[in-house]
């Protein structure tokens, strides 16, 4: 695509057109790097999805294995306690067990706090998606629309951006401009709501200052990307549960002031 494109500009006789020589040479200069800067990207995008495509296979080992592991640990739940109880200390089961159950009672509450935001977002999105109708924007059905943002958003790295940038793509190539640009003020008032209340509504549910859930979400960000995001809140709440003595009694405290 890039040599021909290339082959056609150069097959162009600008002094037919009587054109400065200045001005060619800008319109060459500025389509070859265009050009260049078309094929980089056409050529990282196509890598991207060809590498996507190669993990399927390892992505499918996983989801397998773990739902067979599932299926093992539900259906044998009993033999699996009775040999932890066996070869592990009296005490040491009753902590472990005390431990779990918090865990799972906090991870219980954290995905409540999710499908809190994911209603949070679906409520924005249609009332957004009604006024627009409402003013006479082209936005049929903005009821199933709405059911498909919250049901995107509540998707792992996936977002509300998945369904309404495409929409506004379109709806500019369409030659609706105006509703290009109210899908991505709604979209950017979705953001902005979602990132403000996400820390204080898992917080809230999970017993941790929105502070450290901020830590720990900006944290698995900068360490897994998007997916650190919801991985970040789930470690900070298994750390919190594990250490849950020592940070009691002051974590540095308990480490060096001992006598």
Known sequence: MYNKAQSIINSIDFNKIKIPTQFTEIINSSSQDFLQMLSVWLRETLTSILQMITMLPTVFVYIGITLISTYFICTDKLYILDQVEHHL?????????????KIISSLGSYLKAEFILVGISFIITLIGLFVLNIIGMNVQYP?????LVGFVDALP???SGTVIIPWAVIAALDGDIKLAIALLILLAIISV???FMEPKVVSKQIGIHP??????MYTGFKTI???GLLIGPIVLIILS??????????????IFDRK
């Open 89 to 101: 200390p009296q005490i040491w089961v009753k902590r472990l067990m005390v431990r779990l159950r």
């Open 143 to 147: 009821l199933l629309a709405a059911i």
């Open 193 to 195: 709501i979602r990132q």
């Open 211 to 216: 502070l450290f859930t901020l830590i720990a």
């Open 241 to 254: 549960n594990v250490f849950e003595s020592l940070i009691d009694k002051g974590l540095l405290k308990s």
């Open 225 to 227: 990307g998007i997916l």
């Open 157 to 159: 790295i996936l977002g």
